[in-house]
């Protein structure tokens, strides 16, 4: 009687444990693993933290999403803002294991650190005229913005959109007196998008990523302002494979494909 119990356990088991792999229970999953599916191609769980400029905001996004699902059980972490603000986090010990800058100026804070390894330039961004849709001032050029009644917000000069907008001002020999002087390209267009100024100096991808919140005007000046962005691994990146992989995505046809639908333009 022992045996034929026996017996019917041994035939039950295998439809047993094919229930418990394919069922949705909490109970402890079996000790073998020979019918788990293999994983995707570069697949690697963790979290991977990224340092970007506020620029990048919208493209960096949209690429985390994508490495996350080519990457099951990987999360990408964004930190977003002033690139200047992010270089000083880094060198101040901050966590982080790629860093993505709006200048060389600011990358070369934290190479100069030894923080980064070699940075490799992905992307370029210049300038427009960010006005409120029906332009009450009615700014058509860059001479404009020197108007007195002209209420104008800049990047402060510290951060690369800031230092953009100082060289395209020289390059024209104009001067203006900003009302206010932003921390980021993000908190400079929000002043535009409220209403607050007549007009800002911003990036391009900015305007883009307003959805119309805004009008952009080009300028000629804007040529001899532009912008490199770089990105790097950090040297003591927590996540070192993870941050090279995801790297490897920004400089990839479809990280450029991504970046250029956000308004940047090739290296």
């Given amino acids: 009687m022992v045996f034929r119990r026996l017996s019917r356990w041994a035939?039950?088991?295998?439809a047993v444990l094919v229930l418990g792999l394919s069922g949705c229970g909490s109970g402890e999953p079996a000790a073998s693993t020979a019918s788990a599916p293999a994983p995707a191609a570069g697949a690697g769980a963790g979290e991977v933290t990224v340092f970007a400029a506020a620029s990048l905001t919208g493209a960096f996004t949209e690429l985390g999403r994508t490495f996350e699902a080519a990457h099951p059980g990987t999360t990408v972490k964004f930190n977003f803002g002033s690139s200047a603000t992010l270089a000083q986090q880094i060198t101040q010990g901050a966590p982080a294991d790629v860093f993505?800058?709006?200048s060389p100026a600011t990358m070369k804070t934290v190479t100069d650190a030894s923080l980064a390894g070699s940075p490799t330039t992905f992307a370029r961004n210049k300038l427009q005229i960010a006005?409120?849709?029906?332009n009450p001032a009615k700014v058509d050029d860059l001479a404009d913005l020197t108007g007195a009644k002209v209420k104008v917000a800049l990047c402060a000069e510290q951060?690369?959109?800031g230092a953009a907008a100082v060289k395209a001002l020289d390059a024209a020999g104009l001067k203006v007196t900003p009302?206010?002087?932003e921390?980021?390209?993000k908190a400079t267009l929000t002043k535009v998008e409220l209403g607050e100024v007549d007009a800002a100096l911003v990036y391009r991808t900015d305007v883009i990523a307003s959805a119309g919140k805004v009008t952009g005007i080009e300028f000629p000046e804007a040529d001899k302002a532009i912008n490199d962005y770089p990105i790097a691994t950090l040297?003591?990146?927590p996540a070192g494979d993870l941050a090279k992989r995801f790297v490897d995505l920004v400089l990839s046809q479809q990280g450029r494909d991504v970046l250029t639908k956000a308004g940047f333009e090739a290296p």
Wanted: proline share 13%; hydrophobic share 55%.
């Fill in 11 to 14: 035939v039950a088991l295998p």
């Fill in 100 to 102: 993505a800058a709006a």
């Fill in 131 to 134: 006005v409120p849709k029906d």
């Fill in 159 to 161: 951060v690369p959109c």
């Fill in 179 to 181: 009302v206010t002087l």
């Fill in 183 to 185: 921390q980021d390209v």
């Fill in 235 to 237: 040297a003591k990146a």
